[in-house]
């Protein structure tokens, strides 16, 4: 049974930083696409940045909202991190770690797997 496991989250001035840390427990195929997605009051869940590995690759994509700020980045096999730098009010949000065993995707549907969800709140 695979279990996503997050840490990381809370509050932080604008301007700050944040890491936030998921681990795909007991998820045993060779590839996967790791994910965060955020969702904020009334707003739809989008996908704020995603790492695919297997056969050899690794790719990652962010959303424009936060290119050039925050990071998905391997730190062991089946986790990843995000870091998260110039956080900014409109970050604030409850983020999300998801995985599916093949392509990454925006569609929030087409993955299996979920965490519980970890709050990022920034102040200005």
């Known amino acids: 049974q695979v279990r996503m496991v997050e840490s990381g989250g809370g509050s932080v001035q604008a301007g700050g930083s944040q890491i936030l840390s998921c681990v795909a427990s007991?998820?045993?195929?060779?590839?996967?696409?790791m994910a965060w997605f955020r969702q904020a009051p009334g707003q739809e869940r989008m996908l704020v940045a995603s790492?695919?590995?297997?056969?050899?690759?690794?790719?990652a994509s962010y959303a424009d909202s936060v290119k050039g700020r925050f990071t998905i980045s391997q730190s062991v096999k089946n986790a990843v991190s995000l870091q998260m730098n110039d956080l900014q009010p409109e970050d604030t949000a409850m983020y999300y770690c998801?995985?599916?065993?093949?392509?990454?995707?925006?569609?929030?549907?087409?993955?299996?797997?979920w965490g519980q969800g970890t709050q990022v709140t920034v102040s200005s």
């Open positions: 007991g998820y045993t195929y060779a590839t996967i696409c």
């Open positions: 790492l695919y590995t297997g056969a050899g690759n690794s790719i």
């Open positions: 998801a995985a599916r065993r093949y392509g990454c995707t925006q569609t929030i549907t087409l993955y299996n797997y």
